[in-house]
């Protein structure tokens, strides 16, 4: 079955306590994404990867870092969390086609 | 880059009316077009897109959209609402040249008894 596997799905955390969501795929796609969803404002993207090594900045990168040293994990890390990194997020990965997405469940996050 | 605005950030009808959900999108290239809906406390789904051929597309529980190049929209559309139609729903656009996919800010889908 194909699927995008996030962990957390939900996570309290504390300001400045470093933190990593992983996010998995088993489609072997190249694309990987990373959003975060804030009432009102939809789904943003913070860091997005075409390939494996290859990883670039999306609308709102700030706070956020991500690696792919591999083809299907693309975790997400937050070295510093801040309450206003408090969110949904979603990873999603894309076929080459451009025209298929797939999205993980999303993992709530709360930092306070 | 592409973009997507939705015009109305809430939207109430009641159940058995028509459902109109506009998306209006921007890009330099034919682009590739998308609604989902979120149901409260849960992921994404996908209810319908547009790549290419035929420009009115359906999708999944009644919904249809039509591709309106000279307007530049993909707005949704449902004859009869029902009350389980009730959620946030979200156009999205990518380019048929890259996978970079991006979000307007989202419908909110009230349905009146």
């Known amino acids: 079955e194909a699927q995008v596997t996030q962990n957390p799905r939900y996570l309290i955390t504390v300001t400045g306590k470093k933190l990593t969501v992983t996010c998995s795929q088993n489609?072997?796609?190249?694309?990987m994404s990373w959003y975060r969803q804030d009432p009102g404002l939809g789904l943003r993207q913070i860091y997005y990867?075409?390939?494996?090594?290859?990883?670039d900045k999306g609308d709102v990168p700030e706070g956020y870092k991500v690696s792919r040293k591999e083809k299907r994990n693309f975790p997400l890390i937050l070295e510093s969390p801040s309450p206003n990194q408090t969110s949904l997020y979603f990873c999603?990965?894309?076929?080459?086609?451009?025209?298929?997405?797939?999205f993980g469940e999303g993992s709530w996050l709360t930092v306070v | 880059a592409q973009s997507v605005t939705q015009l109305g950030s809430h939207v109430s009808v009641s159940e058995g009316a028509l459902v109109l959900l506009r998306c209006n999108y921007s890009?330099?290239?034919?682009?590739?077009l998308f609604w989902y809906v979120q149901y409260p406390n849960q992921g994404l789904q996908l209810l319908l897109k547009?790549?290419?051929?035929?420009?009115l597309v359906k999708g999944i529980n009644g919904f249809e959209a039509e591709f309106k190049k000279s307007e530049t929209s993909f707005h949704l559309t449902k004859p009869s609402a029902h009350m389980s139609d009730a959620a946030e729903y979200f156009c999205?656009?990518?380019?048929?040249?890259?996978?970079?996919?991006?979000f307007g800010a989202g419908t909110r889908l009230t349905v009146k008894p």
């Open positions: 999205a656009v990518t380019l048929y040249n890259n996978n970079d996919m991006r």
């Open positions: 890009s330099s290239v034919p682009p590739y």
């Open positions: 489609m072997n796609h190249e694309y």
């Open positions: 990867s075409m390939n494996v090594e290859v990883t």
């Open positions: 999603a990965s894309m076929s080459g086609s451009g025209n298929t997405i797939y």
């Open positions: 547009y790549t290419t051929g035929a420009t």
